[in-house]
Every structure is written in structure tokens, then in C-alpha cells.
């Protein structure tokens, strides 16, 4: 697997969000939007590698965790998502919601039309999303 297979692996898990938001299927909605951000950390992370460079065993191990906060340590732009955030208040909010998530949100068929509702929002919006940012940057 590539960085382009993760960009279109976070494209295509945003989809099916949607069609799953559609069918009123709030927690699978969640989790792969969730899942969505996750694939986009990873492609932002992947850009570092180089070829015919041996990355640092740490972030090899990192790359294949599910938790975000990691990923988004060694995709090397926590800095830059604190600056965005700080200066765009609805940022802010998305990447609150969006952080939240965990890979276990899978065994969760509690989740609520809200929640998955604003989980969508917080990843897919044009101007404030998560995922809109993250592809500037993958």
C-alpha cells in the first residue's frame, strides 16, 4: 500500500460514509469516517518516508496504530493543526470531534444520528473539515 491508496482509501471511506448516513446507519457512518482520517494521517505520514532511506523503527511502528493522536505526532504536523486551529474557531470544533474517535467506535452500535451527523461534518466540510485540510498537506 501506497500514499495514493490511502488518499483514495480516505476518499472512498467518506463515500461510503455518506451512503451509510443515508441509510440510517449512524455508527458504521462513524466509524469509517473516523477510519477516513485515519487513512489521511497515514498518507500524510507516508509523504516523509524517502525512498532508499531506512525510516525510524518509532514511526514504522507508529504508521500502524489506529489512534490518531499518534498519527498525527509522526505525520509531523501537530504544530500546524494547533496553529489552524487557534486561528479558525469551527476548525477547532471539527478536530474536537474528530480526535475523539478510536478504532473500537466499530463495536459501538449506540452511536447517534448527531453524533455520526456531526462527525461528517467535522471530517468532510469544504472549508473546516479535517479531511479537507488534511489533503493540502498529503
Not at 496504530?65 to 500546524?80: N, V
Not at 470544533?93 to 467535522?122: C, G, L, P, Q
Request: glycine share 6%; net charge negative.
Amino acid at each position: 500500500m501506497d500514499r495514493t491508496d490511502l488518499q483514495l482509501l480516505a476518499d472512498a471511506r467518506v463515500a461510503d460514509a455518506n451512503v451509510l448516513l443515508d441509510a440510517r446507519r449512524w455508527a458504521a457512518a462513524y466509524y469509517l469516517l473516523g477510519y477516513a482520517v485515519e487513512c489521511a494521517l497515514k498518507a500524510c505520514t507516508a509523504r516523509r518516508f524517502r525512498q532508499d532511506e531506512v525510516p525510524d523503527k518509532r514511526v514504522v511502528n507508529d504508521f500502524y496504530t489506529h489512534r490518531l493522536d499518534t498519527l498525527l505526532g509522526i505525520s509531523g504536523l501537530g504544530q500546524a493543526l494547533e496553529g489552524r486551529a487557534n486561528g479558525e474557531p469551527a476548525f477547532q470544533v471539527n478536530w474536537n470531534t474528530v480526535r475523539d474517535w478510536n478504532e473500537t467506535s466499530r463495536y459501538d452500535h449506540s452511536i447517534s444520528e448527531a453524533k455520526a451527523r456531526d462527525m461528517f461534518i467535522a471530517v468532510a466540510d469544504q472549508a473546516t473539515g479535517v479531511l479537507s485540510w488534511l489533503k493540502t498537506l498529503w
